[in-house]
């Protein structure tokens, strides 16, 4: 195990679960004053529940800076893929998969970013 620098390569799966309770819009028939069906009206009031899973694996290369003595920065980039079990109804009024950020977004992405950490065994005092 080494707490310097150097390249590195990983790779996650990650699982999200998220449950959504919002308002949205509903169709409310209605009937005049002979009980016939005369139309309907939006509700803009309905509540609506939705659970929403999401499956990703990504895999990153990156490079690893000791930036103090017991800190280090990392740089990353890679791709990935999410699949979501997610359907649009528009009726509902709510696209959660519509943009790669969304819980509901099925497809590739591109990830990239820096990180900074803490070796947690580079000292004896850090763990006691």
Do not use: C
Not at 37 to 42: D, I, P, R
Not at 88 to 106: E, R
């Amino acid at each position: 195990m080494t707490d310097g620098s150097g390249p590195f390569v990983s790779a996650s799966l990650d699982y999200l679960n998220t449950s959504y309770k919002y308002l949205g819009t509903s169709n409310v028939p209605y009937y005049d004053e002979y009980n016939e069906y005369a139309g309907f009206t939006l509700d803009e009031s309905t509540v609506f529940h939705k659970t929403v899973n999401n499956l990703g694996l990504s895999v990153n290369i990156g490079y690893n800076w000791r930036i103090f003595d017991i800190m280090y920065l990392e740089a990353y980039m890679g791709v990935g893929v999410k699949m979501s079990d997610f359907t649009n109804d528009p009726a509902q009024s709510a696209n959660l998969g519509l943009n790669y950020w969304d819980t509901g977004y099925s497809g590739y992405f591109v990830s990239s970013g820096f990180r900074i950490g803490v070796y947690l065994n580079r000292y004896n005092y850090v763990l006691k």
